[in-house]
């Protein structure tokens, strides 16, 4: 049988720029598709010629990536970027959690930084977690917001899928903006306290041209409001963004 491969948008060394792990030096690998479509999506999508690699860690030279590829091949190219520099190897995407038999074979092959595989997830799939779940090390789990997102609302996913990751170093983001409804924040804030005290992080959407649009009364207001259902909840825009990094 042929090993299973994956189409894959990234592969770069940078600084985490969201949660709580924000600052730390990782390894990014952004697999292509998604089974989602958020209406604040900052992603690529994976059209060919802007799928690429660094060769070297920062130096911003970037090669095509020969799509799809094999998890020796992704193994090789991240051992060029130096794991044992870095913090963690961020899975992202898109939905990491759509290529869980390619990540079945990838994850074993990653070895050498300090923390080990940061899974950055929709957390809309907990059967595929499940399947990945020993592999993993930490886990950056999104509720989506079905307003805010303009999407079908997740819940029931959400919930599943929060019980299984509450094992792992786990943290919920929700992104939010000016208009997002009350009554999903309070929905998200009862699903997380109902699972366990998991640190959340209040996210704003950041525009195409990297502003947020949340008012800062507004954003006290939720962190105090989920203040009083959880003991650590913080306020993070996406660092990355005024930094200028990837
Ligand atoms: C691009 S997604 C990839 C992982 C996964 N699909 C997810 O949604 O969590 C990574 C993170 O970026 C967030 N994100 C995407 N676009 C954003 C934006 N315009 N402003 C703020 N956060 C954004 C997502 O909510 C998610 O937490
Ligand atoms: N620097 C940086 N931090 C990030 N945190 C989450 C990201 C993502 O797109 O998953 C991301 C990203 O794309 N770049
Ligand atoms: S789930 Fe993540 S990658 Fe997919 S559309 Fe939403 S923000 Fe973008
Ligand atoms: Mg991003």
Same mark, same amino acid.
């Given at each position: 049988m042929s090993p299973p491969v994956a189409p894959l948008v %990234?592969? /770069?060394?940078?600084?985490?720029?969201?949660?709580?792990?924000?600052?730390?030096r990782q390894i990014f690998l952004r697999f292509a598709g998604c089974n989602l479509a958020c209406s604040y999506c900052d992603t690529p999508r994976g059209i060919p010629q802007y799928c690429r690699w660094e060769a070297r860690p920062g130096s911003r030279e970037f090669l095509l990536l020969p799509n799809p590829l094999t998890a020796q091949e992704v193994a090789l190219m991240i051992r060029k970027l130096e794991p044992a *520099?870095?913090?963690?190897?961020?899975?992202?995407?898109? %939905?990491?959690?759509?290529?869980?038999? /390619?990540?079945?074979?990838?994850?074993?092959?990653?070895? @050498? !930084?300090?923390?080990?595989?940061?899974?950055?997830?929709?957390?809309?799939?907990?059967?595929?977690?499940?399947?990945?779940?020993?592999?993993?090390?930490?886990i950056a789990m999104d509720i989506k917001l079905p307003g805010t997102a303009n999407i079908n609302p997740c819940w029931q996913e959400h919930r599943a899928f929060l019980k299984l990751a509450r094992g792992k170093h786990v943290f919920?983001?929700?992104?939010? #903006?000016?208009?997002?409804?009350?009554?999903?924040?309070?929905r998200a804030l009862d699903l997380i306290c109902n699972? @366990? #005290?998991?640190?959340?992080?209040?996210?704003?959407?950041? !525009?195409?041209?990297?502003?947020?649009?949340?008012?800062? %009364?507004? *954003?006290?207001?939720?962190?105090?409001? *989920?203040?009083?259902?959880? !003991?650590?909840?913080?306020?993070?825009?996406? !660092?990355?963004? /005024?930094?200028?990094?990837?």
């Amino acid at each position: 049988m042929s090993p299973p491969v994956a189409p894959l948008v %990234e592969i /770069f060394s940078s600084i985490q720029g969201e949660g709580i792990w924000v600052g730390c030096r990782q390894i990014f690998l952004r697999f292509a598709g998604c089974n989602l479509a958020c209406s604040y999506c900052d992603t690529p999508r994976g059209i060919p010629q802007y799928c690429r690699w660094e060769a070297r860690p920062g130096s911003r030279e970037f090669l095509l990536l020969p799509n799809p590829l094999t998890a020796q091949e992704v193994a090789l190219m991240i051992r060029k970027l130096e794991p044992a *520099a870095h913090h963690s190897i961020s899975l992202t995407g898109g %939905e990491p959690l759509l290529h869980t038999s /390619f990540l079945l074979e990838l994850i074993p092959l990653l070895k @050498g !930084t300090r923390q080990g595989i940061y899974l950055e997830t929709n957390g809309t799939l907990p059967d595929s977690l499940e399947r990945i779940l020993p592999l993993v090390d930490i886990i950056a789990m999104d509720i989506k917001l079905p307003g805010t997102a303009n999407i079908n609302p997740c819940w029931q996913e959400h919930r599943a899928f929060l019980k299984l990751a509450r094992g792992k170093h786990v943290f919920v983001k929700l992104v939010v #903006d000016e208009d997002s409804k009350p009554e999903e924040i309070e929905r998200a804030l009862d699903l997380i306290c109902n699972v @366990g #005290d998991i640190p959340l992080v209040i996210q704003p959407v950041t !525009t195409p041209e990297g502003k947020t649009r949340l008012n800062p %009364e507004k *954003a006290i207001t939720w962190q105090s409001r *989920a203040l009083e259902k959880l !003991t650590d909840v913080r306020v993070i825009p996406q !660092t990355h963004k /005024f930094l200028g990094h990837l």
